[in-house]
């Protein structure tokens, strides 16, 4: 499953109606010339020369181009300018393997034009383009260019306007609205299904993943019937949906235990995520030290050793993953050992702190050396099947001070994870009110739904 978010496309700005912000801009635009002008009426008393002096610190061209260009930006000629007409778009798509050269003459225009928008250009914006995106151009009747856009996004667009030596450069940005939903979902067969049924993205699932990826092993833990609640923020313009924005709250409950976390910004501005009581969900180690998605379900551990057809003490944890899959390093750590042999494969073995060490066996490829520091999550090697293993699978152990423990219940021995100060916690209380009575009633009411 791929987890890059994708920007959202380019072209909704053109048929948005929503003017507020842009509104307000040029209301302020008015204002503070007014205000110019009237100040510079008070300092140089001549009203002849005042319209002068206005004329030359704001050059009329610059002026009435900005202005429209603003209405334009969002209304693309639905609104007209009070004396002049609207400036005429062109927009041209940036194309894979394009540069500003290529899409300059594509509009009509010469490498010289490129030159003189992007000389002193203080924003940048047109330095980094990406296919998909639209470069605009506005021409006058002499097919003089007058003005470039670079919609970067249905967020963000840069705005280039000539002015006498050149062209300025504003970026307009726009605020999306953003609204809150609760979505409560049931696990049948895995938790990609349940929550495309719900109409979430793979990105709220993956969120979810990382939030609790110290407590719940996604690869081995969810179960049929494991019931999820999601809160988290949808970002909207013109009332579309452009985005999905941070999970405030969630929680996971199996037959056995349930696990809250909710979205919590402390007084040192610090965000994290908490249980109820204000225990920290990043916890020393991840459950699962490689990417959960690619995990097969239907693979039995408890086997024969396929190469020695003993039942040999198994003193780790099989995930069962195509080759190439990435292994994160459970936790921060050095890389104490990084070898080969006839058993083991590829194999690392990282030291987190004084008492632990984990071990990934039978990798594909390692992607850290010894002596290397990791962090937690930090890609350090892929899934093979190199060494004594019939099939790709990553073999995965906890050491406590030299013991193996089993990694899928050592957690309960581990040090407990940070705890907000005490100073916080009636904050971190009040904050979390509304978020817990939001989990509470859905709860509640999915209790009442089984019930029938
Ligand atoms: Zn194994």
């Known amino acids: 499953m791929a987890l890059q978010r994708k920007p959202k496309g380019a072209t909704r700005l053109e048929n948005s109606a929503g003017l507020s912000i842009d509104k307000t801009r040029l209301l302020w635009g008015a ?73 300059f003459n594509r509009a009509g225009f010469s490498d010289r034009d490129v030159f003189e928008v992007t000389s002193n250009d203080s924003k940048r914006a047109l330095r980094k383009i990406f296919p998909g995106q639209l470069i605009g151009f506005a021409a006058n009747e002499e097919h003089q260019l007058v003005a470039v856009r670079h919609i970067e996004s249905s967020l963000k667009q840069t705005v280039y306007s000539k002015i006498d030596d050149g062209f300025l450069s504003e970026v307009i940005v726009r605020e999306p609205q953003v609204r809150e939903r609760t979505v409560a979902l049931t696990i049948e067969s895995s938790l990609f299904l349940a929550g495309d049924r719900a109409d979430l993205s793979a990105n709220i699932i993956m969120e979810l993943a990382s939030i609790l990826g110290g407590v719940i092993d996604f690869a081995l833990d969810p179960r049929k019937g494991d019931d999820i609640i999601i809160l988290f923020e949808e970002h909207f313009l013109d009332g579309e949906k452009i985005s999905d924005g941070n999970i405030l709250a969630t929680s996971y409950t199996t037959s056995r235990r349930a696990v809250d976390a909710y979205r919590y910004t402390d007084s040192q501005n610090v965000t994290g995520y908490y249980d109820g009581e204000g225990v920290s969900m990043r916890k020393a180690f991840l459950k699962a030290p490689l990417d959960f998605t690619r995990v097969s379900s239907s693979f039995n551990p408890n086997r024969l050793h396929p190469i020695y057809k003993t039942k040999r003490p198994h003193r780790g944890t099989d995930y069962a993953a195509p080759r190439g899959t990435p292994v994160y390093a459970a936790g921060d750590g050095r890389v104490v050992e990084a070898g080969y042999n006839r058993s083991n494969g590829n194999y690392l073995f990282i030291q987190h702190g004084e008492g632990f060490k984990t071990h990934y066996l039978h990798l594909n490829k390692k992607r850290v050396a010894r002596g290397d520091r990791v962090k937690q999550g930090q890609v350090i090697g892929t899934v093979g099947s190199t060494g004594a293993a019939t099939g790709p699978h990553l073999h995965y152990e906890f050491l406590v001070n030299g013991v193996h423990r089993n990694p899928r219940t050592v957690h309960k021995i581990l040090p407990k994870a940070k705890s907000l100060p005490e100073s916080e916690i009636a904050l971190f209380k009040d904050a979390i009110r509304q978020p817990v009575q939001r989990l509470v009633s859905m709860k509640s009411r999915g209790t009442m739904m089984g019930a029938e």
Not at 63 to 75: E, N
Not at 83 to 95: E, F, G, I, M, S
């Open 31 to 103: 204002l503070s010339l007014l205000i110019l002008v009237l100040l510079s009426q008070l300092f140089v008393g001549s009203p002849g020369k005042v319209v002068d002096d206005s004329q030359s610190v704001f050059p009329d061209p610059l002026l009435t181009a900005t202005t429209q260009i603003s209405w334009d930006a969002v209304t693309e000629g639905q609104i007209q300018a009070p004396d002049k007409a609207p400036l005429q778009w062109n927009d041209v798509t940036v194309r894979r393997g394009d540069n500003l050269s290529l899409i």
